[in-house]
């Protein structure tokens, strides 16, 4: 990373959610979610210039029930114990002033594979009113196909492409005074 002239932002796990749907055997979409990130989010609001790197803790999926939770963080899909961590990666990356959403490419680390991947971003930076610190929120949505990472457990009937939605906040990093 390494927008210019930009300020940090930390990631606030507290508002930070990614959610995952996927086809079940053509009955349904089950959807789960993952309750640990970190990162950071760098943002130049004179050029409207953007990077981002945010990791996601794979063992803290939450399918809702604890034997689910269990066969997600198993080899059989995020081998947690050998793969902790899926990365995001967006690197730098100028922001339409006209369009809402952009389409922003970035990289995805799952199990240990990376593969680029194309974002649909919405970005809004300002003075948190509650906090009273400068906060930039985002929504990104993605689909990928599972299979191009290596996870093949379930193939056809759990689908292979995964649906991505990911809101994040981040918090304007304080500068240490010299």
């Not at 300020?7 to 993952?34: A, K, M, N, W």
């Amino acid at each position: 990373m390494g927008v210019a002239h930009a300020e940090s932002y930390v990631v606030d796990s507290g508002h930070t959610f990614p959610v995952f749907e996927v086809e079940h055997f053509t009955f349904s979409i089950q959807r789960g979610l993952f309750t640990k990130t970190a990162g950071t989010i760098e943002y130049d609001a004179a050029s409207r210039k953007v990077s981002a790197d945010i990791t996601i803790d794979a063992a803290s999926v939450e399918m809702g029930l604890d034997e689910r939770n269990k066969v997600m963080r198993s080899d059989k899909f995020l081998n947690a114990d050998k793969f902790p961590a899926i990365h995001f990666v967006i690197p730098e990356f100028q922001l339409s002033d006209v369009v809402k959403v952009n389409f922003i490419p970035g990289n995805l680390t799952l199990l240990g594979v990376t593969k680029p991947v194309t974002l649909a971003v919405q970005i809004s930076c300002g003075k948190h009113p509650v906090l009273l610190h400068e906060v930039c929120g985002a929504n990104i949505e993605a689909t990928i196909k599972r299979s191009d990472f290596g996870m093949n457990y379930g193939l056809p009937g759990i689908g292979d492409e995964i649906n991505i939605i990911t809101p994040v906040e981040a918090i304007k990093a304080v500068k240490a005074s010299h």
